[in-house]
């Protein structure tokens, strides 16, 4: 439930570009969570982490109905090695509460059994 708000409140937050005309300019920052359509990039650098997670992540397969003409691209490293799979990390997640409270059930009836037969004030 949480990772399903978090989605909702950063898509909230989604910045949309359309027709925008960028020339000789010099991106040093990051573009998370923006979507440009229909622009025209002219003579402009990409600096940095311009695309976020400190790696390019600028493929073919992303520029849907684009050209990309005279350009280099240094340092490519294909995609991300995170799973963010929403099925597979709900359930563990649960998993792992569950195992952690059964770890630390043991201790909690030792103490519960000591507390009832030392006392409260000698437990303290």
């Known amino acids: 439930m949480i990772k399903h708000l978090q989605n909702i409140e950063y898509a909230s937050r989604t910045k949309l570009f359309t027709r925008e005309k960028v020339r000789h300019f010099t991106f040093n920052f990051t573009l998370e969570n923006q979507i440009h359509q229909g622009g025209e990039y002219f003579n402009d650098k990409w600096v940095l982490r311009a695309m976020g997670w400190g790696q390019w992540d600028l493929f073919e397969y992303k520029f849907i109905n684009s050209r990309v003409l005279n350009s280099t691209f240094l340092h490519n490293k294909e995609g991300c090695q995170l799973d963010f799979s929403d099925d597979n990390n709900a359930y563990m ?8 409270t ?16 030392i006392g409260r004030l000698r437990m303290l």
């Open 93 to 100: 997640i649960y998993f792992v509460s569950f195992l952690g």
């Open 102 to 117: 059964l770890a630390v059930l043991p201790g909690n009836i030792v103490s519960a059994l000591l507390m009832d037969k």
